[in-house]
């Protein structure tokens, strides 16, 4: 992803319509987060969190993969730190129609890796990983015998973008400056002005 930066594609993503099998309402997933939340403050208060529709290995593979869409930098957590993997287990819990194309596309990824490398997605070095998702990120590069593997990645690439800027973590990462209360509306400020080429009027 060098010609164009990850957070900008992944946020132009989430904004575009998701693929069958993964699409939720803006309702959908505020009720996901919420449900998230309360799931992992009883974690942290109690116990670690406990998937209702994952398994453990389908967990921590869909973990990994998820922080690498979304890893860590220097400005907010990565996908898992904010809760995007409590987001879409409550998710495929909820509707189990779905739950075929996450559980079917995630053993496809260890498939995948056992056929190149003999061992699991989460067992790979990151090279490895790497190497199967540069295979499947890019729909109009792919090969054709990847076509299932390029389904679910962007499926579920689509999913993560999602589930991280409807989390509070994502919305700060966004720095959305909306629902905030001005007193006293003077104009849009001269840096931005300047920016788009544009002036402002006299006496404005």
């Known amino acids: 992803m060098s010609d164009i930066d990850r957070r900008t ?4 993503i989430a904004a575009a319509p998701l693929a069958a099998g993964f699409t939720w309402t803006e309702a959908e997933a505020a009720q996901a987060h919420q449900h998230a939340q309360t799931a992992r ?3 942290t208060a ?6 209702k529709f994952f398994n453990a290995h389908e967990f921590a593979t869909a973990g990994l993969l998820a922080d690498t869409i979304i890893p860590k930098d220097e400005r907010s957590g990565s996908a898992t730190d904010a809760g995007v993997l409590e987001f879409m287990d409550f998710m495929m819990h909820d509707q189990r129609e779905r739950q075929t194309a996450m559980r079917g596309g995630l053993a496809w990824i260890d498939l995948e890796c056992e056929r190149r490398y003999e061992k699991r997605f989460i067992d790979c070095t990151a ?3 790497s190497a199967v998702l540069d295979d499947i990120a890019w729909p109009q590069k792919a090969r054709p015998e990847f076509s299932q593997g390029v389904a679910f990645f962007n499926s579920f690439r689509d999913l ?3 589930g991280f800027w409807s989390s509070k973590m994502g919305v700060m990462d966004l720095q959305y400056a909306g629902n905030t209360f001005v ?3 003077k104009g849009c400020p001269d840096d931005v002005l300047k920016k788009l080429g ?3 009027p006299a006496g404005g």
């Open 41 to 43: 403050t009883a974690a």
């Open 9 to 12: 594609l992944l946020r132009l």
């Open 127 to 129: 090279a490895e990983r």
């Open 160 to 162: 993560t973008a999602s």
């Open 46 to 51: 109690k116990a670690p969190f406990k998937p």
């Open 198 to 200: 544009v002036s402002r």
């Open 183 to 185: 007193p006293e509306w």
